[in-house]
């Protein structure tokens, strides 16, 4: 059974085509990526796959929960918006134990500091998530959606305003997460994450799906470098 | 310093006041705002000669002025805006007001473009409208065009008095609390000094007003000053940077969680929308901001009984209506807390939140109110009329906010713009308070058959406010946190 089903799925902003007739599966373990330019529909699929926002046209459903049932998406998966958004007047720890709390999860305080450990932000966890950094701010975001250890997690630029040692190690645990037999959905204008982390892309180009496969599948030739796959798909990135 | 003024810098914050504007109620919502304030101006005006037969020109006068100052007192509250964007409070709303953290240009300025910005519209929006129903039924009120103008004049005096003085307070609250605090207190003791101690005349503290007595144009001179002098004092003292001291907290989201128990599958929701109350200061300003209009609608019917000798009954039975109107402000700041975005990514729905607001809602509110009508009726002898009072404090207050609730979501500030649902509020709201105030009224004539008829529309909206309740789930489940976001459709992006 397939992870997340995209079925003929189109969206419009008024006059604006944001998503048309995308059709695409992702499988159990994969670590999929979707790639495009700015403005390319990447974050419109993200949020309807995750029940954030309905299609116009077409159906799906992601961990066999219909799109139109956000709540139960959520229920079953870790999302990372592209926005980094923890509430303002609650800190670190408290906002991951409210976390904890709306998913029942148990062992609360050994899941908190288990992941404000790792992301060494233990002598944040007291601070009002105002007052975090960017990249803190990113940080107590990645650690609310790993924080349940989800069968999938569903990332929108996750490595934003990260430092490259936090990027590291993030991409490690997401590697080590679908080694366990977990999926993930990434969506990113980052190419290297496609060399380094993806075992299956699409590339989007206004709203259109113009590129579905293996990075080997979507290669005109071995030599063909990311940028220039890139470049030949989404044409200046306009 | 350079506080040149850029008009072209006006002329875009002009447009994105509008497309938020847009953004928040749609294109018709925008334009139907300035539309009903024509027609509500219009009637009122119409009117008119039958509201004179009962009721002075001054007190008319009295009552737009305030309202007019009221209303500037509300929008100028923009050092706080201006701290809040710097501080990074408002969501994923981002404004031109941020512009200085990377350009050159400096915070005043921005800020006095941003109030000169302000000003124009809210003329736009509603001093106009207003002045235009007024002049539209002048001929037919028999009202002189030259008094329409007179009138103009001084409500556009008193809304940028109020305006200039909301400002002020705010910047000067930014940059030193207790300094506000001196400069509100010093206005207080002038409001004292007019009501209840009687030393100043109101044309003596509010020069608009103070020309109705005079028809000389110095208090219209001195009024015009003193908001340039305010106004330029506000832009003076806005803080050029804003360094927010980093907040230390131990978590107390799970023991409030235990705390909230009895509220059942909201005690999470309900610990969370506390601890945000208490930290982000606002506890303290909702809690005065219900007092403070209570204490006022006392003063005012005080003053319509005693300095008026208005023909009504101002009795307990009106005060408990009363508290369930007011509570909607209560509501509205509670909502205004925090943007919730985060909660789009997780398993929680704006009616569940909206739950936990109106429970924090009724802690917040009813021991006010019931301690407020309890004080009222001893005060006033009226302990006979006291049970009944309590029941419709109950209900209005409970079918109020419920209604505000199922209206509004967790936008009641944005939303109430919003032509449909202002009417709507409207619809559902004014009629069954105006029949509470018109049997209060007529309680001392037909006692019996006035209190049964009270006593059965307080059931009544207790009975209404269970049907609205449950459609508070379906109204707002499938909803975004995010309104502004939703409503503008910028999901575009990406």
Same mark, same amino acid.
């Given at each position: 059974?397939?992870?997340?089903?995209?079925?003929?799925?189109?969206?419009?902003?008024?006059?604006?085509?944001?998503?048309?007739?995308?059709?695409?599966?992702?499988?159990?373990?994969?670590?999929?990526?979707?790639?495009?330019?700015?403005?390319?529909?990447?974050?419109?699929?993200?949020?309807?796959?995750?029940?954030?926002?309905?299609?116009?046209?077409?159906?799906? @459903?992601?961990?066999?929960?219909?799109?139109?049932? $956000?709540?139960? !998406?959520?229920?079953?998966?870790? =999302?990372?918006?592209? #926005? &980094?958004?923890?509430?303002?007047?609650?800190?670190?720890?408290?906002?991951?134990?409210?976390?904890?709390?709306?998913?029942?999860?148990?062992?609360?305080?050994?899941?908190?500091?288990?992941?404000?450990?790792?992301?060494?932000?233990?002598?944040?966890?007291?601070?009002?998530?105002?007052?975090?950094?960017?990249?803190?701010?990113?940080?107590?975001?990645?650690?609310?959606?790993?924080?349940?250890?989800?069968?999938?997690?569903?990332?929108?630029?996750?490595?934003?305003?990260?430092?490259?040692?936090?990027?590291?190690?993030?991409? @490690?645990?997401?590697?080590?997460?679908?080694?366990? $037999?977990?999926? !993930?959905?990434?969506?990113?204008? =980052?190419?290297?994450? #496609? &060399?380094?982390?993806?075992?299956?892309?699409?590339?989007?180009?206004?709203?259109?799906?113009?590129?579905?496969?293996?990075?080997?599948?979507?290669?005109?030739?071995?030599?063909?470098?990311?940028?220039?796959?890139?470049?030949?798909?989404?044409?200046?990135?306009? | 310093?350079?506080?040149?003024?850029?008009?072209?810098?006006?002329?875009?914050?002009?447009?994105?006041?509008?497309?938020?504007?847009?953004?928040?109620?749609?294109?018709?919502?925008?334009?139907?705002?300035?539309?009903?304030?024509?027609?509500?101006?219009?009637?009122?005006?119409?009117?008119?000669?039958?509201?004179?037969?009962?009721?002075?020109?001054?007190?008319?006068?009295?009552?737009?002025?305030?309202?007019?100052?009221?209303?500037?007192?509300?929008?100028?509250?923009?050092?706080?805006?201006?701290?809040?964007?710097?501080?990074?409070?408002?969501?994923?709303?981002?404004?031109?007001?941020?512009?200085?953290?990377?350009?050159?240009?400096?915070?005043?300025?921005?800020?006095?473009?941003?109030?000169?910005?302000?000003?124009?519209?809210?003329?736009?929006?509603?001093?106009?409208?207003?002045?235009?129903?007024?002049?539209?039924?002048?001929?037919?009120?028999?009202?002189?065009?030259?008094?329409?103008?007179?009138?103009?004049?001084?409500?556009?005096?008193?809304?940028?008095?109020?305006?200039?003085?909301?400002?002020?307070?705010?910047?000067?609250?930014?940059?030193?609390?207790?300094?506000?605090?001196?400069?509100?207190?010093?206005?207080?003791?002038?409001?004292?000094?007019?009501?209840?101690?009687?030393?100043?005349?109101?044309?003596?503290?509010?020069?608009?007003?103070?020309?109705?007595?005079?028809?000389?144009?110095?208090?219209?001179?001195?009024?015009?000053?003193?908001?340039?002098?305010?106004?330029?004092?506000?832009?003076?003292?806005?803080?050029?940077?804003?360094?927010?001291?980093?907040?230390?907290?131990?978590?107390?989201?799970?023991?409030?969680?235990?705390?909230?128990?009895?509220?059942?599958?909201?005690?999470?929701?309900?610990?969370?929308?506390?601890?945000?109350?208490?930290?982000?200061?606002?506890?303290?300003?909702?809690?005065?901001?219900?007092?403070?209009?209570?204490?006022?609608?006392?003063?005012?019917?005080?003053?319509?009984?005693?300095?008026?000798?208005?023909?009504?009954?101002?009795?307990?039975?009106?005060?408990?209506?009363?508290?369930?109107?007011?509570?909607?402000?209560?509501?509205?700041?509670?909502?205004?807390?925090?943007?919730?975005?985060?909660?789009?990514?997780?398993?929680?729905?704006?009616?569940?939140?909206?739950?936990?607001?109106?429970?924090?809602?009724?802690?917040?509110?009813?021991?006010?109110?019931?301690?407020?009508?309890?004080?009222?009726?001893?005060?006033?002898?009226?302990?006979?009329?006291?049970?009944?009072?309590?029941?419709?404090?109950?209900?209005?207050?409970?079918?109020?906010?419920?209604?505000?609730?199922?209206?509004?979501?967790?936008?009641?500030?944005?939303?109430?713009?919003?032509?449909?649902?202002?009417?709507?509020?409207?619809?559902?709201?004014?009629?069954?308070?105006?029949?509470?105030?018109?049997?209060?009224?007529?309680?001392?004539?037909?006692?019996?058959?006035?209190?049964?008829?009270?006593?059965?529309?307080?059931?009544?909206?207790?009975?209404?406010?269970?049907?609205?309740?449950?459609?508070?789930?379906?109204?707002?489940?499938?909803?975004?946190?995010?309104?502004?976001?939703?409503?503008?459709?910028?999901?575009?992006?990406?």
């Amino acid at each position: 059974m397939s992870v997340i089903r995209v079925s003929h799925i189109s969206k419009n902003f008024g006059k604006v085509k944001a998503l048309v007739d995308l059709d695409f599966s992702i499988e159990k373990g994969e670590f999929f990526g979707l790639f495009g330019p700015n403005g390319s529909g990447k974050t419109t699929i993200t949020r309807i796959i995750t029940g954030q926002l309905s299609q116009d046209k077409g159906e799906g @459903e992601t961990m066999g929960v219909p799109f139109t049932d $956000g709540l139960g !998406i959520k229920r079953k998966v870790g =999302i990372v918006p592209e #926005a &980094e958004t923890p509430p303002t007047f609650l800190t670190a720890q408290e906002f991951l134990e409210l976390v904890c709390r709306l998913r029942d999860l148990e062992k609360v305080d050994k899941r908190v500091d288990k992941w404000l450990e790792f992301f060494e932000i233990e002598d944040k966890r007291d601070v009002l998530c105002r007052d975090l950094s960017r990249g803190q701010r990113q940080k107590v975001m990645l650690a609310s959606a790993f924080i349940h250890e989800p069968e999938l997690l569903l990332l929108d630029e996750p490595f934003i305003n990260l430092d490259p040692i936090f990027q590291k190690k993030v991409r @490690e645990h997401l590697v080590d997460h679908v080694k366990s $037999g977990h999926t !993930i959905f990434m969506c990113s204008h =980052i190419l290297e994450i #496609a &060399e380094k982390l993806c075992s299956r892309m699409a590339v989007i180009k206004k709203g259109k799906i113009v590129a579905l496969g293996t990075l080997d599948e979507i290669r005109t030739s071995k030599e063909e470098r990311l940028e220039d796959i890139f470049m030949r798909l989404v044409g200046s990135g306009d | 310093m350079s506080l040149d003024f850029d008009w072209h810098f006006f002329k875009t914050m002009f447009k994105e006041e509008l497309r938020l504007h847009r953004s928040f109620v749609g294109g018709m919502g925008s334009a139907f705002f300035p539309v009903m304030i024509f027609i509500f101006s219009l009637v009122l005006a119409f009117t008119s000669p039958v509201v004179l037969k009962n009721i002075s020109k001054e007190t008319i006068l009295l009552v737009l002025h305030v309202a007019a100052l009221m209303y500037g007192l509300s929008v100028g509250a923009l050092g706080m805006i201006g701290e809040q964007v710097m501080t990074r409070r408002l969501g994923q709303v981002n404004m031109l007001l941020q512009i200085s953290a990377n350009h050159p240009i400096t915070f005043r300025q921005v800020m006095a473009t941003f109030y000169v910005k302000d000003l124009v519209f809210y003329i736009f929006y509603s001093i106009l409208p207003l002045i235009a129903g007024i002049a539209v039924a002048a001929p037919f009120a028999k009202v002189p065009f030259t008094s329409v103008g007179q009138l103009g004049i001084t409500l556009f005096l008193t809304f940028l008095l109020g305006m200039s003085l909301s400002f002020l307070l705010s910047a000067l609250a930014a940059r030193s609390r207790p300094a506000a605090g001196v400069v509100g207190l010093l206005i207080v003791a002038l409001v004292v000094m007019v009501y209840p101690l009687g030393y100043l005349t109101s044309g003596q503290v509010l020069p608009t007003l103070g020309f109705w007595t005079d028809k000389s144009p110095l208090p219209l001179l001195i009024a015009a000053v003193l908001a340039v002098l305010m106004s330029a004092g506000a832009i003076l003292s806005t803080k050029e940077r804003f360094e927010s001291k980093q907040g230390v907290y131990k978590s107390m989201l799970l023991p409030m969680e235990e705390k909230f128990a009895w509220t059942g599958s909201l005690k999470l929701l309900v610990a969370k929308e506390w601890v945000e109350l208490r930290r982000s200061g606002s506890l303290g300003p909702v809690v005065t901001g219900f007092l403070g209009p209570l204490f006022a609608v006392y003063i005012i019917t005080w003053f319509f009984r005693t300095g008026m000798g208005l023909p009504l009954s101002f009795n307990v039975v009106f005060y408990g209506g009363m508290v369930g109107f007011l509570g909607v402000m209560t509501y509205s700041w509670l909502t205004n807390l925090e943007p919730n975005e985060f909660m789009n990514v997780q398993p929680a729905s704006v009616d569940q939140v909206i739950k936990a607001k109106l429970v924090l809602y009724f802690l917040l509110t009813s021991v006010v109110s019931y301690a407020y009508v309890i004080i009222i009726g001893f005060i006033d002898g009226e302990l006979n009329l006291l049970p009944l009072a309590l029941l419709i404090t109950g209900a209005t207050t409970v079918y109020v906010v419920v209604v505000t609730a199922r209206l509004t979501g967790i936008w009641t500030n944005t939303m109430l713009f919003d032509y449909r649902v202002l009417g709507k509020f409207f619809g559902a709201i004014v009629p069954p308070l105006i029949i509470v105030m018109v049997l209060s009224f007529w309680i001392k004539t037909a006692p019996m058959i006035s209190i049964v008829l009270l006593v059965v529309e307080a059931l009544g909206m207790l009975g209404a406010s269970v049907l609205v309740y449950r459609s508070v789930v379906t109204r707002w489940k499938g909803e975004h946190f995010a309104f502004a976001t939703l409503t503008a459709g910028s999901g575009a992006s990406n």
